[in-house]
């Protein structure tokens, strides 16, 4: 369940289930808070699994299992992700160097599974693995004006400037980390953490501290609009950022063009092996690319060339910037921006996708499908 349900429901949140944790799936109007981070900010909570890696050997630990570079310096982080043996993407992570620990941000529902499974093969190193999740409440700020939003309620740090870097400060006498992401709605977007401990106001009385700072991003300040997961999907897939449950998971990285997640010059991974020879060969047999539908088509649905099926949809939407449909599709590689007319967007041949029983035209669609106030660093690129 959420950190802060009685304020949630109060904003009259409906609620859906991630990961095995309840979270608002919207607050009765999913476009206009869509909108409202578009053109100011918006707050939605982020049901992140934490896992807490302790010891001298920590950087060393993770830096040997996942597929990029592990930073050394307390104040930093990295996008990377875990591989299986044949190269596909078992689990895509935010790592970061909180001093003497680091802190992993998983998909929900995934860190239990993933501190179990590194605790049976550590052996000689010293490295101590712990769950938090229970331990953190974690808020995403985004919109044009969530630096503004930031600035505004921050005590003793500046708004951080590089993607995936950190600082520590206080809200509402909150002590919190202040994270900047890398962009995933297309936005300005940062990431308040905080304890899931209690606080004692100025006026004596004990509240916890996920509710003081979320009141505090929401109401202090520059007003901000309450959003839920349903805007999160069609914010990030007008933004071109592929999502762990829809589009990552046991895909090849090279497939989804997640650059941004793999070192490729990196030593030994678990899967390097596979996605460097993909890297090598120049092409990976299939792509993902953004598909503009006649109408919305379900997660799954065939996308076609001719009589030829040559993909699928991995998640679809009714854009609410653009007010049409829009889709990612996971395509044969030849299936691409290049086939689809001058400016990369146009009519690829004969290209359909199927809903409900019937053929509907598409169009490849450029990433990002919106441009907003920065820039996603997951769109795909090949």
């Known amino acids: 369940m959420t950190v802060i349900e009685d304020q949630q429901d109060d904003l009259g949140a409906e609620w859906t289930d991630v990961g095995g944790r309840d979270i608002p799936a919207d607050y009765g109007r999913p476009a206009r808070a869509h909108g409202a981070v578009r053109r100011v900010v918006g707050v939605t909570e982020m049901p992140y699994g934490v896992v807490v890696l302790r010891g001298d050997d920590r950087v060393e630990y993770v830096d040997n299992v996942v597929s990029n570079d592990v930073p050394a310096e307390d104040g930093e982080g990295c996008y990377a992700l875990l591989l299986d043996p044949q190269g596909g993407i078992e689990l895509d992570l935010y790592v970061y160097n909180a001093g003497e620990q680091l802190l992993l941000f998983v998909p929900p529902g995934r860190a239990a599974d993933l501190a179990d499974e590194w605790r049976d093969k550590v052996f000689l190193q010293d490295v101590d ?24 309620v921050l005590n003793g740090a500046s708004a951080p400037d590089g993607h995936l870097s950190f600082v520590r400060g206080r809200m509402a006498e909150v002590g919190v980390t202040v994270i900047r992401t890398d962009a995933p709605t297309g936005e300005e977007g940062y990431e308040v953490v905080c304890t899931t401990d209690t606080t004692v106001n100025e006026t004596g009385i004990e509240q916890e501290n996920a509710e003081l700072v979320f009141d505090t991003l929401l109401n202090q300040g520059l007003n901000a609009a309450p959003f839920g997961r349903r805007t999160w999907e069609s914010l990030t897939l007008e933004a071109g950022t592929p999502l762990f449950d829809t589009e990552l998971e046991g895909r090849i990285p090279n497939v989804v063009g997640l650059r941004n997640a793999v070192d490729f010059d990196k030593g030994c991974f678990v899967g390097q092996e596979v996605v460097s020879r993909v890297e090598n060969r120049g092409q ?10 006649e109408e919305v088509p379900d997660s799954g649905a065939a996308v076609f060339r001719g009589d030829e099926s040559v993909g699928e949809v991995t998640r679809a939407v009714e854009s609410p910037d653009r007010e049409e449909p829009i889709a990612f599709a996971a395509v ?17 041949p004969e290209l359909t996708v199927r809903v409900g029983g019937e053929e509907v035209p598409a169009e490849i669609g450029s990433l990002p499908f919106v441009e907003g106030s920065d820039r996603s660093a997951r769109i795909p690129e090949y």
């Not at 047999?285 to 503009?292: A, H, I, T, Y």
């Open 332 to 348: 044969d590689f030849d299936v691409g921006p290049e086939n689809a007319g001058e400016g990369g967007e146009g009519e690829d």
């Open 129 to 152: 693995i712990s769950v938090a999740s229970d331990d953190f409440a974690v808020f995403g700020v985004h919109g044009p004006k969530a630096t503004e939003k930031i600035a505004s």
């Open 284 to 293: 990976p047999s299939q792509r993902l690319v953004g598909l503009r539908p």
